[in-house]
């Protein structure tokens, strides 16, 4: 690291990345038309219509709740929420692309500004995506499902100085459209494509020349294209051929590890950029309630993992009681029940982020719980009613079968022993049984205690209440 925070490659160079990310919205219909955007389809060209497919006379109509997820976004993030937008005409020719342009927007982006995971944000516009084109040996086909479905671009300041942050950011806007509703992001699905742009240089205060990488499929692929770009400069510039360093796009080769040229840059003059003549211009301060709808938003990753870390929960549980919307569902659940009780919260997280999940992960007939049943398992924990080893069988039998945690309990005799007349007539045995280890404890060993509690664990079958036992054994002696 040098004085600024920012990390020195090779004792020497500094890295320099700006991200832009497209994510495709949740809506039931596509960005300018009544045809349907359903990711899940898988027949081709199922998702079409004469907007779709460009045929000449058809119009646009704009999709609204487009365009409240973008001021939503916005929002979240802390950026200007532009009053005045309009959407451009980005013309290119490609097949996946049947009018000859797209509809993007150039001047007057929805979203300029905010800032996420420390990471500031340029501006996020909102555009309509390309077909998917299916190379074959001989010919190509096009399948125009995704062509149209709303698509949201965000571009980031070149402020991002590590490969690692490149992931880092990504998995937080996947995260964030998450947590609104307004995406699934699912990178694997292509429904997320980051792009990284990326320059070296041996003057923190000098850009070097950038480079493009698309073509990743992954948050891993994301950081690992960076560092392959970062080290191919880093010898380029070593071996003094820094001019072989081209503006220019590559693609990440996921088999291969590496980044191998696509072509060279574009300018935007190429694009012909200009106002889309067949949509209304937009006044969104008219359009939106802004401040209600900010009154309105989720609570935020960055906001709950403060709340959460407050309660005394681990880091990686954190991390998944923010983005397992399952197993925050559950959570919730309990913490609605009694917010303030941080034994129970704990408690709560760990059953579910160590055990749940391990059982989700391993039982083939995994059900999740009813959240009743389950609150009620967290409740018979809290009160000693049943210990740890006990309450994990249970869980095991929520996740599979379903049922009453008491009644399970019951029936398989794990209901811890709390009745003190009980427990002082298991310990009367176990001392009359024991007379060595009770001298012991009495001359100040200790280590005797430790026996003779394991002894009454062994009488009760390990039902009895650890604390109250341990105080009628000294009680006795
Ligand atoms: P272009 O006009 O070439 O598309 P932009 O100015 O639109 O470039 O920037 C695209 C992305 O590249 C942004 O995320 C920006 O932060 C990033 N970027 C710009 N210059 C550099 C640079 N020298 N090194 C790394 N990233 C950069
Ligand atoms: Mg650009």
């Known amino acids: 690291m040098n004085k600024e925070n920012r990390p020195v490659y090779n004792n020497k160079y500094y890295l320099t990345i700006g991200l832009e ?47 409240e997820h973008m001021v939503r976004i916005g929002l979240a993030v802390g950026g200007t929420v532009a009053n005045f937008t309009e959407f451009d005409r980005k013309n290119y020719f490609y097949p996946d692309i049947p009018k000859g342009y797209q509809i993007s927007q150039y001047k007057h982006p929805i979203v300029s500004g905010g800032s996420l995971a420390g990471v500031d944000i340029t501006r996020i516009h909102l555009e309509e995506d390309t077909g998917t084109n299916k190379h074959e040996d001989t010919y190509s086909l096009v399948d125009f499902n995704r062509a149209g479905v709303p698509l949201a671009e965000l571009v980031t300041e070149p402020v991002i100085y590590s490969p690692e942050k490149v992931a880092e ?97 574009e300018n935007s003059e190429e694009y012909r950029y200009f106002p889309e003549p067949d949509l209304p211009k937009l ?20 906001e709950k993992r403060v709340r959460l870390s407050n309660l005394g929960i681990k880091n990686a549980d954190i991390e998944i009681l923010i983005s397992d919307f399952e197993i925050a569902d559950i959570f919730n659940f309990v913490a609605q029940s009694d917010v303030d009780n941080i034994e129970l919260l704990t408690k709560t997280s760990n059953y579910l982020c160590s055990d749940m999940i391990g059982y989700r992960s391993n039982e083939k007939d995994f059900i999740y719980p009813d959240k009743s049943s389950f609150l009620k398992l967290m409740n018979m924990v809290i009160s000693n009613e049943v210990n740890s ?21 019951q029936e398989k005799g794990m209901l811890q022993q709390s009745d003190e007349g009980v427990i002082r007539a298991m310990v009367q045995i176990v001392l009359d049984l024991h007379p060595g280890p009770v001298k012991d404890f009495q001359e100040g060993n200790e280590n005797a205690l430790k026996f003779l509690m394991g002894q009454v664990m062994k009488e009760s079958k390990g039902t009895v209440n650890p604390q109250i036992a341990t105080k009628i054994i000294k009680d006795l002696l």
């Open 283 to 302: 006044y969104l301060h008219e359009m939106f309630d802004l401040e209600k709808m900010k009154s309105q938003l989720p609570e935020m990753p960055w």
């Open 21 to 67: 990310i497209h994510a495709e919205l949740k809506t039931k219909t596509k960005m300018f038309s009544r045809a349907l955007n359903n990711p899940d389809e898988e027949k081709p060209n199922q998702n079409i219509d004469p907007v779709s497919m460009a045929h000449p006379g058809t119009l646009p109509v704009i999709n609204k709740k487009a365009l």
């Open 389 to 409: 080893r006990a309450a994990k069988d249970i869980l095991l039998i929520l996740c599979t079968q379903g049922g009453d945690p008491q009644d399970i309990a």
């Open 169 to 265: 950011f990504a998995k937080e806007f996947q995260l964030l459209l998450r947590t609104l509703g307004a995406g699934d992001a699912n990178l694997q699905k292509g429904e997320m494509r980051v792009e990284v742009n990326l320059s070296v240089s041996a003057d923190p205060n000098v850009f070097g020349t950038k480079v493009e990488v698309k073509n990743i499929g992954s948050f891993k692929a994301a950081e690992a294209a960076a560092r392959y770009e970062l080290e191919r400069h880093i010898s380029l510039l070593e071996a003094n051929k820094g001019d072989e360093i081209v503006q220019e796009t590559r693609g990440w080769d996921e088999e291969k590890k590496i980044t191998v040229r696509q072509r060279l840059k």
